[in-house]
């Protein structure tokens, strides 16, 4: 009775996953809908699929008797109002929820690694889960459980894998998506292109926005391409005009034009803004060039990798239940599950030849995408002048914030210490003849006074420079920050000489605050990573915490932006709702390689 309850719902399941393929067939439809602008569709289309999976777990616990718990990360926090009424997100206000809500839940949707892992569990799962019942028929109800447990492989939780964790054949089937996620983008770009051209040609007033928008796409492309391959493309636009000045008479001048309202002079400096940056032109033609690239380093795999999968899902699902005798150019007909296992070996070793040179491939791909979306040396010097005039005021009013609390904490602390001793010793010179023993008593309570008063000095001067980084350096010094977190911190990296004294200090700082954030959200393990590779010091501090930082919201990142922008260096801040939260902090910077510096290398962990 066991044995046909098992092949009942053997062929359950087989019928139950061919629902998937509506489910892959929703998902790619309302993604070329978000590749086209119509934003609104691929997340409620993903989360409508995932009820298909929960069902999916349900009869894997009930049939295959395997428990199978929801993989996804943490819902987005619902948008709050602020005091006056308005709801912020960045940088930006809006009157209702709405768009902040779904911007969050898109987010979610899209970051989750469980999308991937389902999106391909619903692809695959139906050319698989036909073999389910001559599974069963040969080994019974133990094929169910083998079932189960390969859903609850690929639809269940799983720990952060480590890159050097993944197999072989993982990382190159990955890569192999990377080619072809780099394609579509590329494809998408050529669209954006030819559109930016119609409205060059057409309806020029609107060029800016519409540039602006399609900026948006090639800045998707850059991310990705990096995520992807480790191939960095910079943003290369030149900064934005400033905002027009008026004239002495309150009017606003452009060209022999004048104008009573900031409007149009602010419009047409963002068109001639736009027009005249290469980068724009940069966009246009790399859109079309950089399609024909990924084209014809994509096609030829996919054309092989699908080409043996099909011959896979022909020899082993339509062979068995369709056609007893079958042809795969240009193999011969196979007609006995011998001929099949003869002509398998071959089809997989299709598979390795189409997915062996994906890594490489896809590194390409994003290189030459460099060499048209990344920066020229002119806009790599526009943007550095116009970040230094930024990061020269923001230095300035830093500098002017330390010297002031340096003045405060003196003044409030050291310098009324001092004072009231120099009261107790006018006190102790009148007793010292009349009456010793107060005289003695009104020492003892100097001698405590300047003590008390010696240790908040070393506190103060440890604020503005602690010794130990003059002692030990940065990489010491970290450690020691990591030694005092009340977080399991675990500190790696290695640098070979001593950095400069002020670079020291903005890191060691930065750190401190990055630490005492991470410990404050409820972050319970950090891990920091200490590099120093062709003149760039680099910083990763991750943690394990709820997620969801931004620099927008909190004054103490935005402290870290400034010291980093005074030695011009960046920020890079990667918190998905959930976590995990990783900060990047970059300095170029030059080292002394000191005989009394010798390259350390070191990893340490505290509890």
């Known amino acids: 009775m066991a044995y046909l309850r098992a092949i009942g719902r053997a062929f359950a399941l087989a019928a139950f996953s061919l629902l998937s393929w509506l489910d892959v067939l929703a998902q790619l439809l309302t993604f070329a809908l978000l590749c086209g602008g119509l934003v609104f569709f691929f997340g409620p289309t993903v989360e409508w699929a995932r ?5 999916a777990r349900t009869l894997a616990a009930r049939w295959c008797g395997v428990e199978v718990a929801a993989p996804y990360r943490p819902e987005p926090p619902e948008p709050v109002r602020e005091r006056d009424g308005w709801y912020r997100d960045g940088n930006q206000l809006y009157k209702r929820a709405f768009w902040i809500s779904w911007q969050h839940r898109l987010t979610w949707v899209m970051e989750d690694p469980a999308t991937g892992r389902e999106f391909t569990w619903q692809l695959v799962n139906p050319l698989l889960t036909p073999l389910l019942p001559v599974a069963v028929l040969l080994g019974g109800p133990a094929a169910l459980r083998g079932y189960g447990r390969w859903t609850r492989w690929m639809l269940g939780p799983r720990p952060p894998a480590e890159p050097t964790s993944k197999n072989w054949l993982h990382r190159h089937l990955e890569s192999l998506g990377h080619q072809f996620g780099i394609l579509a983008l590329s494809l998408v770009q050529l669209i954006f ?9 057409v309806a020029t007033p609107l060029a800016a926005p519409v540039v602006l928008w399609s900026r948006s796409i090639t800045d998707t492309l850059r991310r990705e391409a990096e995520n992807w391959t480790g191939v960095r493309i910079p943003r290369p636009y030149l900064p934005p005009p400033a905002l027009p000045v008026p004239r002495a ?100 070793l299709v598979v390795v030849i189409a997915v062996a040179p994906a890594p490489w491939l896809a590194r390409q791909q994003a290189r030459f995408a460099r060499l048209w979306f990344g920066p020229t ?53 009148a007793l010292v003849d009349t009456d010793p023993a107060a005289a003695k008593r009104l020492a003892a309570e100097l001698r405590a006074a300047s003590s008390e008063a010696l240790t908040e000095l070393r506190v103060l001067v440890r604020g503005i420079h602690p010794p130990v980084l003059s002692e030990r350096g940065l990489l010491d010094a970290v450690r020691a920050l990591a030694m005092d977190s009340p977080l399991k911190a675990e ?117």
């Open 51 to 55: 009820g298909r999976s929960s069902v």
């Open 193 to 201: 292109s030819v559109v930016q051209l119609a409205v060059f040609g």
């Open 249 to 348: 008479d309150g009017l606003y001048q452009v060209g022999r034009q004048l104008h009573e309202e900031p409007f149009w002079p602010v419009q047409l400096a963002r068109r001639r803004w736009i027009l005249r940056d290469r980068a724009t032109w940069r966009d246009i033609a790399g859109g079309g060039l950089s399609s024909l690239v990924s084209l014809a380093c994509s096609l030829p795999a996919l054309v092989v990798f699908g080409w043996a999968m099909t011959g896979l899902s022909v020899l082993w699902v339509w062979r068995p239940f369709v056609s007893p005798r079958v042809e795969w150019f240009p193999l011969p007909a196979v007609s006995t599950h011998l001929g099949a296992l003869a002509q398998t070996p071959l089809i997989l």
């Open 377 to 429: 040396e002119s806009s790599r010097l526009a943007q550095r002048v116009e970040r230094l005039k930024q990061t020269r005021s923001d230095v300035t009013v830093t500098q002017a914030a330390e010297l002031r609390r340096i003045e405060r904490d003196l003044h409030d602390g050291i310098q009324s210490r001092l004072v009231a001793m120099g009261m107790k010793l006018g006190a102790v010179e």
């Open 491 to 607: 500190v790696t990296g290695s640098l070979p000489g001593r950095v400069e004294e002020p670079v020291e200090a903005c890191v060691y700082f930065a750190v401190s605050e990055l630490l005492g954030n991470a410990a404050k959200h409820g972050a319970k393990r950090v891990s920091i990573e200490v590099e120093f590779a062709d003149g760039l010091l680099t910083v990763v501090v991750t943690d394990e915490g709820p997620g969801g930082a931004n620099p927008a919201r909190g004054s103490g990142l935005r402290g870290i932006e400034r010291r980093l922008g005074g030695f011009d260096g960046r920020l890079t801040l990667s918190s998905p709702i959930g976590g995990p939260t990783k900060a990047t902090l970059e300095i170029p910077c030059q080292l002394d390689q000191e005989p009394s510096s010798p390259k350390t290398s070191t990893s340490s962990e505290t509890a």
